[in-house]
């Protein structure tokens, strides 16, 4: 099976631009889960899509949106960049099933940077 | 509030012994743990997990204990190659809620010397 892929792999914006960041889950998986990973803050959690649904949410502000479509690809927009939007962005998917231990596969990221 | 922490930021070991990796928990609502591997620039790379409901769980040469009264656990790497060098990263998720989230720790870089 292919993995997770991620596009663009890096990114350059400027403050007051918006992003658009996509995410292909691997086959069959219908959770798709965003991160965002900073050297200050580390690891953190975003949102989760299941089945077009955010199922899930992290505290960052409302200028970090997503969403899923019906195959269950999903993309995540950040609108209003600021400088400590900087970060690698992650995806991951999972099966998304109740009662499994649902394991989720990284994509290998985008690295935005916001000048 | 850091629910998960790797309170080593970094160990160093010589290929061939041990590693030992640490994590510690806050949250007793947490009952599946899993611990990621990741190069720099790289997405994480899931290596192995365990429920709460073992105490041990192995896949080659990495092992997790989970210490559930003591909210610890544990991943050996045993023996040690010089590929092992990455940040590894354990993370838990209550995963009975389904919410699709994983708390990670903050990370320890692993170097293994030749």
């Known amino acids: 099976k292919a993995g997770v892929t991620q596009t663009p792999r890096y990114l350059i914006k400027t403050r007051g631009q918006q992003v658009t960041l996509s995410c292909s889950p691997i086959?069959?998986?219908?959770?798709v889960s965003w991160y965002q990973q900073t050297p200050g803050q580390g690891l953190q959690f975003l949102f989760e899509y299941f089945s077009e649904t955010q199922r899930n949410k992290g505290n960052f502000p409302g200028r970090f949106s997503g969403r899923q479509f019906s195959n269950s690809r999903s993309e995540m927009n950040v609108s209003t960049l600021e400088l400590g939007d900087s970060a690698l962005y992650l995806c991951?998917?999972?099966?998304?099933?109740?009662?499994?231990?649902?394991?989720?596969?990284f994509g290998p990221g985008t690295r935005l940077t916001v000048l | 509030d850091q629910q998960v922490k790797q309170n080593s930021p970094s160990l160093s070991v010589q290929e061939g012994r041990i590693s030992i990796l640490n994590c510690d928990y806050t949250n007793s609502m947490f009952d599946y743990f899993l611990w990621y591997k990741k190069y720099p620039a790289e997405g994480p790379t899931f290596l192995i997990s365990i429920s709460s409901i073992k105490d041990k769980n192995e896949d080659g040469r990495f092992t997790v204990f989970l210490n559930k009264s003591a909210k610890h656990l544990s991943l050996h790497i045993v023996p040690s190659q010089p590929g092992d060098s990455a940040v590894y990263f354990c993370a838990a998720s209550p995963f009975s809620s389904n919410t699709g989230k994983l708390i990670f720790g903050q990370g320890t870089t692993l170097q293994v010397k030749p």
């Open positions: 991951a998917s999972s099966s998304g099933l109740a009662g499994y231990t649902d394991t989720q596969y």
């Open positions: 086959s069959g998986h219908r959770s």
